[in-house]
């Protein structure tokens, strides 16, 4: 890898309830206990998940977090150079659907030592937005501005986080993210590109490349959607655990 990166994410205030708001967990769901063993502890986060779904879906004021299906992202700018990508892009109004048709393959939580690995499977996933971008991507020049839409499935979804405890101004103990790594791979895409006719070429160009080699392109970007992907998880595991005390997830 070669030159630098910037990633900006905005993540959209759903909500500005403040942090001593009334309900944070949706009604009638609570944390897991540590006095579990390991593989009920595992299985009692599988079911929360899946309990709270719904909800993420729509939202959850008391745990600052957005709707994540459809979960919309105001903009994103990526300025990265990799040896056969170098990308300058800002992308508005983007709109990712299906991410909550998900399935945990596999998980493994330490509640002590804060550790979670976990294997996600998402079928299907569509994503629109507006982007402007300057680039090359092998011999291909990226150029122009536009809309974009995109179907990506069989995505496959690594999840390695580390939390540790943080005591707060108010002497009240959370957990903080100290680690998150994903590793993505997505199984197939297709993209959609519209452009004004100064820029229709570059951009039929680009859409008719990426179409003929979805798995050569999707390849060469994986650590660019990996970081992206990791900061837009990251800033959201921020808030909403920041909204919670170590003891409403860790029951003892
Ligand atoms: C992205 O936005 C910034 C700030 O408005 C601008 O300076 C830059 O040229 C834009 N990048 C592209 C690729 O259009
Ligand atoms: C994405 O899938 C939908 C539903 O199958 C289809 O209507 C649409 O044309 C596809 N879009 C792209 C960019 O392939």
């Known amino acids: ?52 779904t719904p909800h993420m879906m729509k939202g959850i004021p008391g745990m600052r977090l957005p ?17 056969q990508l170098v990308i300058k892009t800002n992308i508005t109004n983007i709109q990712a659907t299906g991410a909550s048709n998900y399935a945990i393959n596999e998980i493994d939580v330490d509640p002590r030592a804060l550790t979670l690995g976990m294997k996600i499977h998402m079928p299907f996933v569509q994503v629109r ?14 150029n122009g501005v536009g809309a974009f ?4 499935s069989n995505i496959d979804v690594l999840v ?8 707060d101004k108010s002497g009240v103990t959370r957990v903080e993210v100290d680690k998150l790594q994903l590793k993505i791979r997505v199984g197939h895409g297709n993209i959609r590109l519209k452009s004004p006719p100064q820029h229709a070429v570059t951009a039929d160009a680009a859409q008719a490349f990426f179409n003929a080699n979805p798995r050569l392109v999707l ?6 959607i990996e970081d992206t992907a990791a900061t837009i998880s990251r800033a959201l595991a921020v808030r909403a655990l920041s909204s919670l005390t170590k003891d409403e997830i860790l029951l003892k």
């Open 1 to 52: 890898m070669i030159g630098y990166a910037r990633l900006l994410v905005a993540i959209l205030l759903g909500c500005s309830l403040s942090r001593t708001s009334f309900a944070k967990l949706p009604d009638g769901i609570t944390g897991c206990s540590i006095s579990l063993s390991r593989n009920e502890f595992n299985q009692c986060v599988v079911d929360k998940v899946r309990e709270m």
């Open 219 to 224: 390849d060469i970007a994986s650590p660019i």
């Open 129 to 142: 937005g507006n982007y402007e971008v300057r680039g090359r991507l092998l011999l291909l020049v990226l």
């Open 160 to 167: 390695r986080a580390k939390g540790k405890e943080a005591v």
């Open 67 to 83: 709707a994540l299906d459809p979960f919309v992202l105001p903009s994103l700018s990526i300025d990265r150079s990799l040896d």
């Open 149 to 152: 839409k995109g179907n990506f």
